[in-house]
T-cell receptor, first 112, second 112 residues
Framework: GEDVEQSLFLSVREGDSSVINCTYTDSSSTYLYWYKQEPGAGLQLLTY?????DMKQDQRLTVLLNKKDKHLSLRIADTQTGDSAIYFC????????????FGSGTRLSIRP | NAGVTQTPKFQVLKTGQSMTLQCAQDMNHNSMYWYRQDPGMGLRLIYY???????DKGEVPNGYNVSRLNKREFSLRLESAAPSQTSVYFCATQIPNTGELFFGEGSRLTVL
């Protein structure tokens, strides 16, 4: 079946860039999402990209999509302590959430 | 504040007890979802409701039942709780077209 994989942990120094990577198996994925989960809270959508796009930028966030390799990345520029959270990659064939497959999440920790 | 409200936030049950998790939204969305989150496993869909009066099974429905009481409310019931149902449960609604999910803050359930 379809799968979404992420590494479990990432540690970066404050002020550096963070790059969180994700691979997925379903070549018919149309919607690709990044969600952020802060401690004790639900997930919150950070950004999403359609499969016909290569890149999307939103302030400190840059999403890159390599559709050939089924690889998605999230870059956070100038990482701050408030960026500490778990980041989930997710993909879907259509806009119905019943089809969304989530990765296991990458826990980002920030070193001073 | 507009959003998704879940109750209770914490619950401890003994094996075999029953309980209902409540979810209410004031965003006037048609689709509502119940997920469970377990360490290292991301989110898994339990049940969903595409509209008032309809419910469908997700990836892990066994041991659960749901009721879509009206457009606002979607409840999740455990008839006979098992330790394997110890988890954090999230209710979510969905914006059409983009597939963006809005999550509640979660309900942490422990079954002893």
């Amino acid at each position: 079946g379809e799968d979404v994989e992420q590494s479990l942990f990432l540690s970066v120094r404050e002020g550096d860039s963070s790059v969180i990577n994700c691979t997925y198996t379903d070549s018919s994925s149309t919607y690709l999402y990044w969600y952020k989960q802060e401690p004790g809270a639900g997930l919150q959508l950070l950004t999403y990209i359609f499969s016909n796009m290569d890149m999307k930028q939103d302030q400190r966030l840059t999403v890159l999509l390599n559709k050939k390799d089924k690889h998605l990345s999230l870059r956070i520029a100038d990482t701050q302590t408030g960026d500490s959270a778990i980041y989930f990659c997710a993909e879907s064939k259509d806009s119905s959430a019943s089809k969304i497959i989530f990765g296991s999440g990458t826990r980002l920790s920030i070193r001073p | 504040n507009a959003g998704v409200t879940q109750t209770p936030k914490f619950q401890v049950l003994k094996t075999g007890q029953s309980m209902t998790l409540q979810c209410a939204q004031d965003m006037n969305h048609n689709s509502m979802y119940w997920y469970r989150q377990d360490p290292g496993m991301g989110l898994r869909l339990i049940y969903y409701s595409a509209s008032e009066g309809t419910t469908d099974k997700g990836e892990v429905p066994n041991g659960y039942n749901v009721s879509r009481l009206n457009k606002r409310e979607f409840s999740l019931r455990l008839e006979s709780a098992a330790p394997s149902q110890t988890s954090v449960y999230f209710c979510a609604t969905q914006i059409p077209n983009t597939g963006e999910l809005f999550f509640g803050e979660g309900s942490r359930l422990t079954v002893l």
